[in-house]
């Protein structure tokens, strides 16, 4: 199929695209990457009349490394954050979720911030977004506020933004130098949606942890962050309760069944991939102090 007509905006500069939106309401789509947004339109799943395309924005594909943060601008593909040297350094944990984003050919045109503004809880960075306290820069008619990625998202594919309301950066949050973090997930295929994934943030000081935790990719309706403290709060990274912190995650994750996986299976593989991602961020761990 081929997408319904569409009117077409090319904005130049922010304040250009937020009176396009403002103007046409929600009849009207921002297109960025268009790695999510395209295949919509072609299977008429999303209808809008008219598109708002910020490729030619000035100001929206820097990358930016601060104390505290990394900020994406819209613009940034995922490509380009990924070989970011000193994003990779500042948040380890970015490279290690963008490697799992769908193939190389789709992340050299999406957009990592884009992936965030269309709220798919099957893809990896609103799951990155959530566990590192990232804040949503957006601007609108009434001019620009920020917005916690925990509150952002209220809904699959759906988020606080307003219709006339552009995100125009994302500032991921910066762990302490104490701070473990680790990715997996598991796919039918490489390159497909993930069945599910799972981030991690360990805390510790030497070998003892002081807290954990976790969010989720493709088993949670929404990005939200698991607590891991309750099962491994004072442990050692050496002597791992992992059936403990498999349990918490059986509780905590909530996937649908479709024609990939039941949700039984999707629950079970949430807590094995937590258990596989510990063990590996404790052995790397290990490694590294040797």
Sequence with gaps: MKPAPFVHHAPRSVEEAVAALAEVGHD???????????????????????????????????????????????????????RHTGAAAALPL????????????????????????????????????????????????GGAREVAAADFFVGPLETTLAPDELVVAVRFGRFTATTRTGFAESARRSGDYALAGVALAVDADGDQI????????????????????????????HDLPLDAVAELVLAHVDPESDIHAPAEYRRMLAAELTRRALTTLAHDTTEGAA
């Design 210 to 237: 002081t807290s954990a935790r976790a969010s989720f990719v493709s088993v949670t309706p929404v990005p939200d962050v698991l607590d891991l403290g309750p099962a491994l709060a004072g442990r050692s990274l």
């Design 94 to 141: 970015l490279r290690l979720a963008l490697h799992h984003v769908a193939h190389p050919a789709i992340r050299t045109r999406g957009t990592t911030v884009g992936s965030i503004a269309h709220a798919d809880p099957s893809g990896e960075m609103p799951a990155i977004a959530v566990l590192t306290d990232a804040v949503v820069e957006a601007v609108g008619p």
């Design 28 to 82: 009207g789509k921002v297109l960025a990457g268009g790695q999510s947004l395209i295949p919509l339109l072609s299977m008429r799943l999303a209808s809008p009349g008219h598109l708002v395309d910020i490729a030619g924005v000035a100001g929206l594909d820097t990358v930016e490394v601060a104390d505290r943060h990394v900020r994406v601008g819209a613009m940034v593909r995922h490509a380009g954050l990924e």
